[in-house]
């Protein structure tokens, strides 16, 4: 079973940039598909960007088009998400997801709030 663990949240002024990072361990990142989510206070956790395995293709939410992207180091294990352009709305919860058939894993999570 794989094991998630995000890091790199924090504040931010909007109009800034922070790249997460989720590391796996306990199987080969390659396998899966995987996702970056978050949740706002009071809202449901929202898909903001997946990338399947092998060839890699990303899909992203329309809110965060053209501001952040997922990339994967298959070697490095490990699923980045870069984010620019920072609004306040991006505040949330990040969560890291794998996907393998019926094999999910989420990760606890990283905080990234956008404030002045």
């Known amino acids: 079973q794989v094991q998630l663990v995000e890091s790199g949240g924090g504040l931010v002024q909007p109009g800034g940039s922070l790249r997460l990072s989720c590391v796996a361990s306990g199987s080969k990142l390659s396998i899966y598909s995987m996702g970056w989510y978050r949740q706002a206070p009071g809202k449901q956790r929202e898909r903001v960007a997946f990338i399947i395995s092998g060839a890699g293709v990303a899909t992203y939410a329309d809110s965060v088009k053209g501001r952040f992207t997922i990339s994967r180091d298959n070697i490095e294990n490990t699923v980045y998400l870069q984010m620019n352009s920072l609004k306040p709305e991006d505040t949330a919860v990040y969560y890291c997801?794998?996907?393998?058939?019926?094999?999910?894993?989420w990760g606890q999570g990283t905080q990234v709030t956008v404030s002045s």
């Open positions: 997801f794998a996907n393998e058939g019926a094999t999910r894993a």
